[in-house]
């Protein structure tokens, strides 16, 4: 004992502390500042609010959000495989513990007499053991610590990891939702069109029943009617789609979502600019951001863990016990102790050095993983932005072209119908409004999806969700390892 208290006092943890290295790309000076594209009325630096989808003033919305982020399967694996890291971390952790066991055991037996250098046959005996024993690993070079590092790191990246599914259901919720609304209302804009042309195609027929049209006129004004039937179905197909499509992020059968409960008639609209905040919140708000961090955190800890192997393990242990004939038990001759370190040490020639190697290429994999990570990140931000601000651009000039169609489509009317221009021209112009009028509904949609790629680009909508049970034990630990 005397020779090891001198290593008690010369413990190391060997391998490389962790800390985010200076020339990553999440400190470069233009992926934390101002994001590009900021400038457009539409769009604000104001910090991105943790629930975005209530900007959007819907209530029905925020229900179905809520209802989902409690419910949805993919947030329920995610949920399990955090519970899976944080009982491993707790596992690791216990390695840190005194390690305790204790045996018993009685049976009839012959002991073979040459193992007592006997020429004779030993007789049988009812033989009994019973034992205790208590050891303590020394973590001399630190492998302990290091596999505490790793193990605590992955749960945190699994945490992220919920954080970002949770990220994507309440952006797919809402995505179901708005086109389910963007096909009602795209479908209600195909059947004003159509009641329009209906009422061309009575017109018409009126004008030749009076011998002041010709039938071609009513044909061609009875094509372009079917013409616009035809797109109803389509549009009917995609409102139930999002249906069906809303119901599954719920964690429910399609069929036992109520109409009710998903009706809508047009696109939700923020009543605001749609806020953006900077490039230093985001890759703090983005947790795959966070999650790749973390996983570069545990892939340097592993670094630490197999390096250690290089070195002695240590433990002291003691035992105590009564092992001999059964009814002998307890009595002077049967007991049994004994105290003191074990010590061993596996050579390098049994592959420590090539599996440290191995675990520096996992690090540098799992640095350029972060970098790659937060390129992304940056990416479809900056993509995203840009979509949703070119379209606004572009449905300003739909709306403007649609009412200009409309009053084009009205006078031709008008004088058709005063027999000043042949049907060919109105029937040209109700097209022309037709097709102004679909144009515009599908920008519409547009807009709104592009709102809800930005939103899940910005990555918000995890903060506030309920934690899963042991969480805050992690987040304690983690303290200023973010």
């Known amino acids: 004992m005397a020779a090891v208290l001198p290593l008690l006092f010369a413990c190391t943890t060997v391998g490389p502390d962790y800390h985010v290295p200076e020339q990553v790309v999440a400190r470069a000076p233009e992926a934390n500042g101002p994001l590009l594209g900021t400038k457009d009325a539409a769009i604000s630096v104001a910090p991105v609010p ?3 989808w209530r900007l959007y003033d819907d209530a029905r919305l925020d229900k179905l959000v809520r209802q989902a982020l409690a419910a949805n399967t993919d947030l329920r694996v995610a949920a399990a495989n955090l519970r899976r890291a944080i ?6 952790e216990s390695e840190n513990l005194p390690q305790a066991a204790v045996s018993a055991k009685a049976e009839r037996a012959q002991v073979a007499g040459e193992s007592f250098l006997l020429k004779e046959k030993v007789p049988v005996f009812n033989l009994g053991d019973f034992g205790f024993s208590v050891s303590y690993l020394v973590d001399f070079f630190g492998k302990l610590a290091r596999a505490d590092e790793a193990a ?3 749960a945190q990246a699994s945490q992220a990891a919920l954080d970002m599914a949770r990220v994507s259901v309440a952006a797919e919720t809402v995505r179901a939702y708005v086109q389910g609304c963007a096909a009602t209302h795209e479908l209600e804009v195909a059947e004003r069109q159509l009641a329009l042309q209906a009422r061309g195609v009575e017109i018409a027929g009126k004008m030749v029943a009076a011998g002041r049209g010709q039938p071609v006129d009513m044909l061609r004004a ?3 009617a079917e013409t616009l039937r035809a797109a109803l179905p389509r549009f009917k197909a995609e409102k139930e789609g999002a249906s069906y499509r809303l119901a599954v992020m719920l964690g429910k059968p399609p069929a036992a979502l109520p109409e009710a409960e998903t009706e809508c008639s047009e696109e939700p609209r923020l009543r605001q600019p749609l806020p953006v905040g900077d490039g230093a919140a985001l890759l703090k708000r983005r947790p795959d951001v966070r999650q790749a961090e973390r996983e570069l955190a545990s892939a340097t800890a592993k670094i630490g863990v197999a390096t250690a192997d290089l070195y002695p393990s240590i433990r002291i ?8 004939i059964l009814s002998d038990l307890g009595t002077g001759p049967t007991a049994r102790w004994g105290m003191g370190p074990l010590l061993t040490w596996n050579l390098p020639t049994n592959g420590v050095r090539p599996r440290i190697h191995a675990m520096e290429a996992g690090a540098d994999a799992a640095l350029a993983r972060f970098d790659g990570v937060v390129l992304k990140a940056l990416q479809e931000t900056q993509g995203a932005l840009s979509a949703y601000t070119r379209e606004l651009e572009r449905n300003q000039s739909l709306r403007v072209a649609r009412d200009d ?5 009205r006078q031709h009317r008008l004088l058709y119908q005063a027999g000043r221009t042949p049907y060919l021209s ?4 109700d097209r022309t409004l037709a097709g102004a009028e679909a144009a515009l509904a599908a920008s519409d949609s547009q807009v709104a999806m592009d709102q809800i790629n930005l939103f899940l680009a910005l990555g918000g909508g995890w903060q506030n969700s309920p934690k899963v049970e042991e969480h805050e034990t992690v987040e304690r630990k983690a303290g200023g390892n973010h």
């Not at 242990?317 to 001999?324: E, K, M, N, W």
């Not at 169609?405 to 489509?409: G, K, L, P, Q």
């Not at 109105?426 to 112009?429: E, P, Q, R, T, V």
């Open 50 to 52: 943790d629930d975005w």
């Open 87 to 92: 009982a491993i971390y707790h596992e690791v």
């Open 152 to 154: 605590l790191a992955s």
């Open 222 to 224: 009875r094509a372009q």
């Open 317 to 324: 242990g003691a035992s105590a016990g009564l092992s001999g």
């Open 405 to 409: 169609a409309d009053e084009v489509a």
């Open 426 to 429: 109105s029937l040209d112009a």
